[in-house]
């Protein structure tokens, strides 16, 4: 009986899997595997994601038990284990989710190279749209602006979710135990940290697309209602399906429309990244100077005593959740590199090791979006936290969450601590007065 091998990274998901669909097809039988990295784990690996991740494995050895199947999990070197468990099985093709990053192309070329009678598939699963889907019309190799990818995204066709396999055989081989989050990194979790896989992810998607994302439009960037999906980690290690994820959205809805517009970023910062892999590290674009560095400035905007509230609430959520909503991103990132002119890569490195949806391409371009180097068309925009304040959280309810040392202050003033008489051993005075929009 022939055997195929379904390498799990990105896709931890049976539903809507590509790689698992294409291996099910292949093969007679089929090794659903999993390989815990040890380039990367434990010191490489933040520990949220890490306590994610073994939450989204467990998940999917059960889903996969309920096909009749199960996990193989192995340690060690990827392209090694995948050569030794080809062997042990006899295996003839070894499928696997294409990626953008520097270190999943090195693993698939190595794949490739080091293949002994069994071939590498490459699926398409992590996005909605891959680059070679979408490409401009001038010639160039990626849009670098959105509005006219955005165009392009829409109208591009999609394939339509596959459906879970209904069952799996899986040959006899060794597997090591489902590994356990303190074995995938050091260090401590955020304490208020949420985890989960397919499962959860599901559940999660079902209760949004029952009634919340309907509100979308108007209160994504309503900082106090918390009005986003929590989809991103998911989307992340691929416990839920982007593709399945807009198929099901109604995109007809002011709010279904303004969610896809959300997913069709994420495919932009991919198809940028597989064109400028750089970029991940290196300003997309020629920046304008910053300033010198200012560690203190910069550990004060990591421990959220910035003297800004709206500022140190989002990150204070970052440190208490390891997640934080778009809106409080994006102006944390916009203080720390246009008001205290540092550096994106020192906070989008913070954002990486905290995020437990810490995905390189999204990350680092939203860095570089907010810094003025990458694909903003106004690079010289500055968010004023003041104002920021005042337009997304006007009454202070989420400052108040976050900074329990200025809940007594009412409504607005919040924002504006130092009006209010609060003295710098209680909470700090402003690090720099702020301009912007």
């Not at 434990?42 to 949220?48: E, F, K």
């Not at 293949?115 to 598939?121: K, L, M, P």
């Amino acid at each position: 009986m022939s055997v195929a091998v379904a390498l799990f990274t990105r896709d931890l998901r049976v539903h809507d899997n590509p790689v698992l669909t294409a291996a099910t097809r292949a093969a007679d039988r089929v090794v659903p595997l999993f390989v815990v990295d040890e380039a990367l784990v434990p010191d490489r690996c933040p520990p949220n994601r890490a306590h994610f991740l073994a939450a989204a494995l467990a998940e999917l050895d059960e889903q996969l038990r309920a096909l009749g199947g199960r996990l193989i999990v192995r340690h060690g070197a990827v392209v090694d284990e995948v050569r030794r468990v080809a062997a042990e099985t006899s295996a003839t093709s070894v499928h696997l989710a294409e990626d953008v990053s520097r270190y999943s192309r090195h693993r698939e070329h190595a794949l490739r190279d080091r293949a002994d009678g069994w071939s590498v598939h490459c699926h398409s699963g992590s996005v909605t749209a891959t680059s070679a889907e979408i490409t401009p019309s001038t010639g160039r190799d990626h849009f670098s602006v959105f509005t006219p990818y955005f165009r392009r995204w829409s109208e591009t066709h999609r394939r339509r979710p596959l459906p879970a396999p209904g069952s799996l055989s899986v040959p006899r081989t060794a597997s090591d135990p489902l590994p356990e989050a303190r074995e995938l990194a050091t260090g401590e979790p955020s304490p208020r940290l949420s985890v989960g896989g397919e499962t959860t992810g599901r559940a999660l998607l079902r209760e949004w697309l029952d009634g919340p994302i309907g509100d979308y439009a108007r209160d994504n960037d309503d900082l106090a209602a918390d009005a986003t999906s929590r989809l991103s980690p998911h989307l992340h290690f691929g416990c839920v399906s982007p593709t399945e994820l807009v198929h099901r959205v109604d995109s007809t809805t002011e709010g279904g429309l303004a969610f896809v517009r959300q997913l069709a970023w994420r495919d932009f910062h991919h198809q940028v990244l597989a064109a400028r892999p750089d970029a991940a590290w290196s300003d997309y674009r020629r920046r304008t100077s910053t300033g010198a560095d200012d560690e203190k400035s910069v550990a004060a905007w990591k421990d959220g005593r910035t003297g800004y509230p709206i500022v140190d609430a989002g990150m204070r959520q970052l440190r208490a959740e390891g997640w934080m909503p778009g809106r409080a991103r994006l102006i944390t990132a916009s203080f720390l590199a246009k008001s205290l002119r540092q550096d994106w890569r020192v906070g989008a490195a913070h954002f990486l090791h905290w995020l437990v949806d810490g995905d390189l391409a999204n990350n680092q371009l939203n860095w570089q979006w907010v810094a003025g180097t990458g694909t903003d068309t106004r690079p010289n925009r500055v968010l004023n936290p003041l104002r920021q304040a005042d337009r997304y959280d006007p009454d202070g309810v989420y400052v108040r969450r976050w900074i329990p040392e200025l809940a007594h202050l009412p409504g607005a003033r919040i924002h504006r601590p130092w009006r209010e008489g609060i003295v710098a051993g209680d909470y700090p005075a402003p690090l720099i007065e702020c301009v912007g929009s």
